[in-house]
């Protein structure tokens, strides 16, 4: 059950560059994502999330690009700092549904800044 | 600003026990979830509960899982007699609407 995916289970970028990290979905009912930041041994952090009626969301040095009709998304960090080093994690909930926004996560993709 | 957390931080327990494990949900969130992440492996939905029962569970969540919130605050999950492949990082996450916040997990490790 691959509803949501993430390619590339690591990537390495130079510290200050633009790091990238794709997601990509199947489930035509989700409309809402989410990326989290995870280090080892502890919880899923919060980054940033978006909409389905949007196309674009930003947070300081994070940006998330929505692309419905490629059923993808993506997560920019500008600049990459050392501390950005972690596994990310793209999630996609399909709104009100019994009662829950029930989250399905992607594998994550590895993140290295290298300073 | 507020977390979500978890106790304890690590439960070594033996197969066929009984655990419990302990979140306090941000206070004025109103949905709350399970997860667990085998090592190596993905962040896995268990449950999600909402106006005091369960709105939601994967098939993981048999009938040896039950969750609870018993006084308004706390938000437990029990795993009635464990299994060695229920060994996993377990973590609570809250949310208001649609942005969930995760707790720091518990390691369980069943022997």
């Known amino acids: 059950d691959q509803q949501v995916k993430q390619n590339s289970p690591s990537l390495s970028v130079q510290e200050g560059r633009i790091s990238i990290l794709n997601c990509d979905y199947t489930?035509?009912?989700?409309?809402?994502f989410l990326w989290y930041k995870k280090y080892p041994a502890e919880g899923p952090t919060f980054l940033i999330s978006?909409?389905?009626?949007?196309d674009k969301n930003e947070d300081g040095r994070f940006t998330v690009f929505l692309n419905k009709s490629a059923k993808h998304l993506s997560l920019h960090i500008v600049p990459s700092q050392p501390g950005d080093s972690a596994v990310y994690f793209c999630?996609?909930?399909?709104?009100?549904?019994?009662?829950?926004?029930?989250?399905?996560f992607g594998t994550g993709t590895r993140l290295k800044v290298l300073a | 600003e507020p977390e979500v957390t978890q106790t304890p931080s690590h439960q070594v327990t033996q197969m066929g026990q009984e655990v419990i494990l302990r979140c306090v949900p941000i206070s004025n969130h109103l949905y709350f979830y399970w997860y667990r992440q085998i090592l190596g492996q993905k962040v896995e939905f268990l449950v999600s509960?909402?106006?005091?029962?369960?709105?939601?569970k994967s098939e993981i969540f048999d009938d040896q899982f039950s969750v609870e919130r018993p006084d308004g605050s706390n938000f437990t999950l029990k795993i009635r007699s464990t299994k060695l492949e229920d060994s996993a990082m377990y973590f609570c996450?809250?949310?208001?609407?649609?942005?969930?916040?995760f707790g720091p997990g518990t390691r369980l490790t069943v022997t």
């Open positions: 996450a809250s949310s208001r609407s649609r942005d969930a916040y």
């Open positions: 978006i909409s389905s009626i949007k």
């Open positions: 489930n035509s009912m989700f409309d809402y």
């Open positions: 509960f909402y106006n005091n029962e369960i709105s939601e």
């Open positions: 999630a996609a909930s399909a709104g009100w549904i019994s009662g829950t926004y029930k989250y399905i």
